[in-house]
């Protein structure tokens, strides 16, 4: 019996260490190289097999602390489409004379060849570097030897002197992650708010560590002898790790809709809140929004450059002249900076090179353009006052922190209302931000100090209306003219979007937007920004009916009909995120063929989502060989909740079902 346990025991122990084997780095089998299908996840192009990071503080005498953050990854490759997956990319940061360092190292490929294993080591020509902008670079690798089947393996190194700038750890992917780890060993001076993202809940392991410092100090002593002196002193402190552990987590789908997906994924996120250090009293950081306010705002970056005019004064006072209404100081002064200045295409709420070296040379960073908007309006004797935003590519900011926000807009108290302003933009309007900063909520900064929140998101719909009068004649083919009017956020993405392009570019985009469509006499009007955009065309499209026998089939949407439901998922944890609301507004007026007659007419529906979110109105209509369609969609808020997906769902379902219904006309 004593033989049976030991072997069973024996037999525990080898199975443990094989299992913790496969995480580590070096040790690839057969198995996993031959795996063909990720087991949970069939359409899986690659899988995470395993990441394990940790973070940890590195003491240096002369220059203090350094954070250094290691990562293992382990990658298997199913498929061509997961080859992206063979490459990483590390930013960091650059701006200062202290720079962030990235390494890589044991970068390996591992291929199955006549039964046996291959190893490609990646070399140097596939790391390279990359100069992003003035503050960040990034380091890149691509794996070299790379095949459906591969499993790739790498490290890299982090070392920053920004002992603020902790790493955040995503555990979810787009594709499976089998096995994610993370460490951090923090000593016992620094103190982190720790916050956590996402639906999955990773275990926690607590512990402490004992570190010590070795303090050498040489200096030259005063004796007869001469020479040197030694000074030793050893500074026991106390680590505190936290363990975070989560496995079999599915990949994250990309969706329809969605705002931007790393702000729903599970992931750690450390804010720094105070330090204290051996015999100094704490010293506090941002711990609450008006904490984080207050301190943007007393930075000689931010709040400084607001007291600034004189450099302006004298335009700014000749502009000003004659105009006698607050609606007409907002809309010139924003024209004016609008036009005066480009945007260099960096964000920041705090100046670079400041607001009157911006002024003059005529370009800036987002901080320099809307902070000399503010000092213009105060200056203009109106209410106005900064907006912190975190951009939609920055993530929504949910925590107090001062790295929560990456740009300022401009915002003016009026008639009891609030309009937002951001001069980054070229065609942008009062009230009409750059889609980009429409993510949830900023944060006002007043002149005493004081902080609110800031609803960014649009209340009132933006119209595209399309009115079409078109024939359809026996063999299928429709012709006739459209008119299409953009109007508020629909023009604002109209202008970003072919703002610069010639009329054949834009005749060339709509052509490819929709197979068949031949666009002639194409006219835009686009001149002024407080008005609509108006484009007008003549049509042709072979591919919107089809004739069997003596009928013909086709919907009265023609081309514009949805062809599927943009909603796929079973279940969806993270919100439907529109940007603004919308109306879209179809008016078509279709001309029957000669010798033909409605058959079968689709019926008129009203189709509304619980609370009203989204509404679809449909009408048609026969008068003798006239058809008239009126098919409105209303999307009354920004942003619907997760908890309402499977009602839109429902609802998109049965707005692509109805646009996709057939007129059916018989021949006479």
Known sequence: MKKVAFALLFFVIVNNNSYAQKRELGNVTVEELKEKVHPKDSAAVAAVLFEKGRTYFEYKQGEGFTIITEVETKIKIYKKEGYEWANEEISFFVGNSDREMVDFSKAVTYNLVNGQIEKTKAKSENEFSEQKNKFWGVKKLAMPNVKEGSVIEYKYTIRSPYISKFPDWKFQREIPVNYSEYITDIPEYFYYNVYRKGTLIPTEIKDKLSKNIRLDEKYLTQSRSGGYQHDVENISYTDNRTTYKLENIAAVKEESYINNIDNYLSAI??????????????????????????????????????????????????????????????????????????????????????????????????????????????????????????????????????????????????????????????????????????????????????????????????????NMLV???????????????????????????????????????????????????????????????????????????????????????????????????????????????????????????????VETLPKSAAIAMDMRHVTFNYTVTNTGSQIQLSAVMDVNTSIVAPDDYNTLKEFFKTVVEKQNEKIVLKKI
């Open 269 to 466: 996120e450390h804010e720094h809140s105070a330090t204290q250090m051996p015999q100094q009293p704490m010293k506090s950081y941002s711990s609450t929004w008006e904490d984080v306010a207050k301190t943007i705002y007393e930075s000689d970056n931010f709040g400084a450059q607001l007291n600034k005019d004189n450099y302006y004064e004298s335009d700014i006072k000749t502009l000003l002249q004659g105009l006698t209404t607050n609606e007409e100081k907002i809309a010139t002064l924003f024209s004016y900076v609008q036009s005066r200045m480009s945007w260099n295409k960096y964000f920041s709420y705090t100046c670079d090179d400041g607001v009157k070296k911006a002024y003059e040379n005529k370009t800036g960073n987002s901080a320099e353009i809307n902070l000399m908007l503010v000092s213009m309006l105060r200056y203009a004797q109106l209410d106005a006052n900064p907006v912190l935003v975190s951009t939609r590519a920055n993530g929504i900011s949910l925590f107090p922190s001062r790295t929560a926000f990456n740009t300022v807009i401009a915002a003016v108290n009026y008639n009891d209302t609030i309009i937002l302003l951001d001069a980054t933009s070229k065609v942008a309007l009062p009230n009409i931000l750059p889609v980009r900063d429409l993510n949830w909520f900023g944060r006002i900064i007043r002149k005493d100090g004081t902080s609110d929140l800031v609803d960014l998101m649009p209340k009132s719909l933006s119209y595209d209306v399309i």
């Open 471 to 597: 024939n359809l004649d026996d063999k299928g083919l429709i012709t006739g003219k459209v008119r299409e009017q953009y109007l508020d956020y629909n023009a604002l993405q109209f202008r970003d979007s072919f703002n610069g392009l010639s009329k054949e570019a834009i005749v060339e985009k709509i052509e490819k937007k929709h197979k068949g469509l031949e666009v002639d006499d194409y006219d835009l009007t686009n001149s002024n920004l407080a008005d609509a955009v108006v484009e007008k065309y003549s049509i042709k499209n072979s591919n919107v009916s089809e004739i069997i026998g003596d009928k013909i089939y086709f919907s009265p949407m023609l081309y514009f009909a949805m062809t599927e439901n943009p909603f796929k998922q079973e279940t969806r944890e993270y919100p439907i995120d529109f940007s603004f609301p919308f109306r879209d507004k179809y008016m078509i007026n279709i001309t029957i063929p000669e010798g033909y007659q």
